[in-house]
């Protein structure tokens, strides 16, 4: 915005093809890893969604600007390599709230903020094309919440905030009955801005965003019995604003969000078969917060952006699960972000859009080309 643009130079010797990057080789450095610019979306978000489709394309869905929730949706087609505003009437502006794609019947959007710090109750359904929106209630208002599959195509609901604090409650929406209903019982914690992440056998674990005397402790859902049970062992360090990603192994990898004090710089395995968390010996490159995490195909994590050091960031890093190292990019964003999206495409691009910098909401998006592994964990 305004000409700003944080870049990372490199040195290109001309007399053939070699590229010296100014980073790490073990990252897998080979002037590769690049932003490339993908023009702008319809309208500056952040807090907002962002759902791949079967079609290819990219469902963004409400957010905040600078001073007010939005109530429109646009695509991104990758086909065209450009954002499209979407044809459906406006549903109720909101941001912080959740989405998941509907097979075959659109994109499920949850909750959210509005003016006032009202938290919403509503939940839409909008059909793949646009056009006229279903409207659905949830059993709670909600925003900062967690939205997850389920294997038997329904999904759950877990905290978030009414408005006034972090709630226990879950809920279930089922979308062959268009309705949500109750969990057996509340978590045991109150949660907001926490992460709710499915395990290969079905269960969801539910870590971080705790509040009170239990803000460690991690929860495990369980569809059949439809509540949670308490993780064996407590995450290393309470976070929030954190993310989880579960890798190939079955391990779940939580990095960064705020700590009691300050933005974390530590990563974390949950383990499900025992029930257990590991702090990793290696942490971020960069403390960070806000950020987002997306699963390659390589089976490899980019972490990009967030908040850290009293600033939003533009740079990133990559965790290699082969010899658990994180190691940062050769390049940054053109942009500082925090808040924003980053959504895997087809042939292993990323789509980065949005998002909040020091000074302005963005509207501008771009596409990152994963490096190849390299020299892995090498030093």
């Known amino acids: 915005m305004n000409g700003r643009m944080n870049r990372r130079k490199r040195i290109v010797v001309k007399n053939g093809a070699l590229?010296?990057?100014?980073?790490?080789?073990?990252?897998?450095?080979?002037?590769?890893d690049d932003f490339t610019g993908t023009g702008a979306m319809t309208a500056p978000r952040h807090g907002h969604t962002a759902t791949l489709l079967g079609t290819g394309r990219v469902f963004i869905a409400a957010g905040l600007s600078k001073t007010d929730p939005l109530g429109s949706a646009e695509f991104y087609g990758t086909a065209e390599g450009r954002f499209m505003a979407l044809p459906t009437p406006d549903f109720r502006p909101r941001g912080w709230h959740r989405a998941a794609r509907l097979a075959g019947r659109g994109v499920l959007l949850t909750?959210?903020?509005?003016?006032g710090n009202i938290?919403?109750?509503?939940?839409?359904i909008i059909p793949?094309?646009?056009?006229?929106?279903?409207?659905?209630?949830?059993?709670?208002a909600r925003f900062d919440h967690t939205l997850t599959a389920l294997k038997d195509g329904t999904y759950l609901v877990t905290g978030g905030n009414n408005g006034k604090r972090a709630i226990r409650g879950m809920e279930i929406f089922s979308p062959n009955e268009k309705s949500f209903a109750p969990a057996a019982r509340p978590m045991f914690i109150a949660r907001q801005q926490h992460t709710a992440t499915r395990l290969?056998?079905?269960?969801v674990l539910i870590a971080g965003g705790g509040r009170g005397k239990g803000e460690r402790y991690a929860e495990i859902y369980d569809p059949a019995a439809r509540q949670t049970a308490l993780a064996r062992k407590a995450l290393s360090s309470p976070r929030s604003r954190h993310t989880a990603t579960l890798l190939s192994?079955?391990?779940?990898?939580?990095?960064?969000?705020?700590?009691?004090?300050?933005?974390?710089a530590t990563a974390e395995f949950y383990d499900p078969a025992s029930s257990s968390f590991q702090l990793l010996k290696e942490k971020l490159s960069t403390p960070r917060q806000q950020h987002t995490a997306t699963l390659l195909p390589d089976g490899?994590?980019?972490l990009l952006g967030g908040w850290g050091g009293g600033k939003s960031l533009a740079d990133g890093e990559i965790f290699d699960p082969q010899g658990g190292c994180f190691r940062p990019l050769a390049s940054a964003m053109r942009y500082e972000?925090?808040?924003?999206?980053?959504?895997?495409?087809?042939?292993?691009?990323?789509?980065?859009?949005?998002?909040?910098?020091?000074?302005?909401?963005l509207a501008s998006a771009e596409i990152f080309k994963a490096p190849p592994r390299g020299e892995g964990c090498g030093k």
């Open 19 to 32: 590229v010296l990057c100014l980073s790490i080789l073990a990252a897998g450095c080979s002037g590769g």
């Open 111 to 115: 909750g959210g903020w509005s003016h």
């Open 119 to 124: 938290a919403l109750r509503e939940a839409v």
């Open 128 to 140: 793949p094309s646009g056009g006229a929106f279903a409207r659905v209630d949830m059993n709670a």
């Open 200 to 203: 290969p056998d079905g269960t």
């Open 249 to 264: 192994s079955g391990k779940v990898l939580i990095t960064g969000g705020l700590g009691p004090k300050r933005t974390l």
């Open 300 to 302: 490899r994590v980019l």
């Open 337 to 361: 972000r925090r808040l924003h999206t980053a959504t895997p495409l087809p042939g292993g691009r990323v789509l980065i859009a949005g998002g909040a910098s020091d000074i302005d909401v």
